[in-house]
DNA sequence: CCAGAGCCTGGTACGGCGTATTAGTGTGTC
DNA sequence: GACACACTAATACGCCGTACCAGGCTCTGG
């Protein structure tokens, strides 16, 4: 008896949920490359990844189930306001959830937006057009022109973003030789990076988003 | 001397865009998933992959340069039309190239466009907007606006076919799961993702940059 | 109360990956 | 004719995703 040890634990402790947060905390500290079936099983503290696979079926699904669960972040109410201004917040949600989750937007490029989530979003910026009497291909149009610009923003900066990380470098030394590359001062190209700088991707964003909601106009025939 | 083999090659007859292009090769064929540095190796008849890595010093220099080549098929000439016409050429041509080439778009979300010919692109925009008579934040808005737009289109689409060839399944098969799942006709979902149908992805891209162009205005005040 | 069936864990193994290393070989220069 | 250099080939290391297998815990039916 003393000489074994205790049993590791009662009973199944390990959900679907457990092992997707802990994925998702991997991620959003390490990025994409630094994600492994192996790392994840350390980070639970469970000893082989055969654990991992009784919940989910691959390395993809697990992907796929944090992806959604980030698209969560980007749900947020709108208001009672004007239609552009709901989509302008609904829009800046997301970039900004998605900024918060490089790794998420990568995977926006691989992974075809079948999950609950997606597909809530983009059903509320249908819904909010066609309350505003957007209809047929004008709907169509302006669903395409605000979910696409939204994700272009949010691609290019974690491409910034990853692109650093993958350097090593610190920011400013790999600010140096970007900008020595680009022929650009250093601290432009900071302040073009750098999301709370009036010259920086938030404001650009902001400002885009506006100029393509105010050329909006509902149509009433298809 | 009978027993020895001829000498493989007189001398490196392997450049630098032999690399790049069987690489490119590979990956229109097989996608991001199927590109590994022996794969290129077998597929160049070298047999080691030591050879590969005397031109390109790691696995990740080969994508960043394969993309950039294939941003080249974006720069066509405009035409010397209206300005809103020459964006909407350049635009299409962009998210064209990115379609035929699904791997190179998902690489935009992991690789800052440092490249030679993404630089070309971009001063593109800015010029034909900058003649337009853009300027300061309205200038910024503008590129923002267009160029995001493009990128998030295409990413869309490499997701799509990313998810689709990942599956493994005919498209038929797949798209009656899909359907199911999403609770649409299977008919109305392989129209929404065929280039060529009036209900497809180009069409819809080319509405949503219309209705973009349409509302950019230039504004003299930065 | 016990046997068996299920869910689930831990360990190990396989084939493939990116890339470092090392040993060798042909070519051009002094 | 020797040496440096440019390059190829082979092999090895440490990771990866994931299949497989041998148990053990817990619950159910008799």
Redesign the interface.
Known sequence: MWLRAEPASTRAPLTREDIVGAAIGILDKEG?DGLSMRRVAVELGTAATSALYWRVATK?DLLELGVDEILAEALVPTGDGDWRDQLAVLGLAAYEALDRHPWA??L???????GPNY?AYTARLVEILTTAGFKG??L???V??V???????A??D???H???H?SGLPDSTWANA?GQ??DIEPEALTAYLTPDNPAGPT???T??????L???RPRRLS
């Open positions: 994409l993809n937007t990568q926006l490029a691989s992974h075809a937006g079948l597909q291909i004008h169509d149009a302006a395409s022109a979910f696409h610009y939204v994700v272009g923003a691609v290019t974690a491409a910034w990853s692109t650093i993958r970007a590359h680009l404001a650009r964003f400002a885009g988003l506006r100029v393509i105010v050329g909006l």
